[in-house]
């Protein structure tokens, strides 16, 4: 999709003690869009209107320096490259390469500093186990279509049933983890900030005496992130797993993972 050709600029700037209107306007350059939408740095939210409008009026308070954002869609859901302005003393500077990329291939990794492991139904038929320590690491590729994407996950845990910092013992090792395909759906992708939700399905496995145990699992996660460009997410991502079954052990093996603190960041081409 063709980037939006604008003449990206204000016609009517009201300013008065407390606020500042401006009246920004884009030409058309492409009979089958239908909808644009609009942003700005100080408020991130994005507003869609029809195709048939050519300018929007701001209300930008108190803020005179700010960045203007504006992109079309065929559809509404895939959306092109932002095409930026610039107002206030902002106008000076160079907004070139700082489009944002709505669609493209992602590339994550996340450090899992703590999490939970719980079996109530064990593979090897102990009764419950559960970590009193774990940490691991994730990775992920995705590609997004717009606001939805499509992805392979792979984790990998360590953990300890009995752990002690003082003084500093472990005992009765767990190693476990799991690889989903995921669906990932932006609820907010703004120019700073950033939050997807992600479901997963796959397996998760577990090595016990040096044996392998495959069961069907599920994945729920929550992402929150700062851009710190266009291309460079740092981001948070607590997760909730939970297996059921087994293709190759115990049948009624149930367990749950929560991955209450896991700190990352993606990198977007």
Do not use: C
């Amino acid at each position: 999709m063709k980037r939006v050709l604008i003449v990206l600029f204000f016609v009517i700037t009201i300013s008065s003690l407390f606020a500042t209107e401006t009246i920004w306007m884009w030409d058309h350059n492409d009979s089958e869009v239908n909808f644009f939408r609009y942003s700005t740095s100080f408020d991130e939210k994005w507003r869609v209107v029809p195709s048939d409008h050519y300018s929007v009026k701001l209300d930008s308070g108190d803020i005179n320096d700010y960045e203007f954002y504006l992109q079309q869609s065929y559809d509404g859901e895939i959306w092109s490259d932002s095409t930026i302005a610039l107002h206030g003393s902002l106008k000076d500077q160079s907004v070139v390469n700082k489009a944002i990329k709505e669609k493209g291939l992602v590339l994550s990794l996340q450090l899992v500093p703590f999490a939970s492991y719980i079996a109530t139904k064990t593979h090897d038929s102990w009764g419950e186990r559960k970590t009193a320590y774990s940490f691991g690491v994730d990775g992920e590729v995705s590609y997004f279509f717009g606001t939805f994407g499509v992805g392979a996950q792979v984790g990998i845990n360590m953990g300890w049933e009995e752990f002690s910092f003082n003084p500093f013992t472990i005992a009765k090792e767990r190693i476990y983890g799991g690889a989903y395909l995921t669906l990932s759906y932006k609820i907010l992708d703004g120019t700073r900030f950033v939050i997807l939700s992600q479901v997963g399905f796959g397996t998760n496995f577990e090595l016990i005496n040096n044996q392998m145990y495959l069961a069907p699992s599920v994945l729920v996660a929550l992402e929150g992130g700062i851009r710190i460009n266009e291309n460079v997410t740092i981001s948070m991502k607590p997760s909730f797993i939970g297996s059921f079954g087994s293709w190759n052990g115990q049948e009624e093996y149930t367990s749950f993972v929560i991955k209450s603190v896991s700190l990352g960041t993606s990198y977007r081409f």
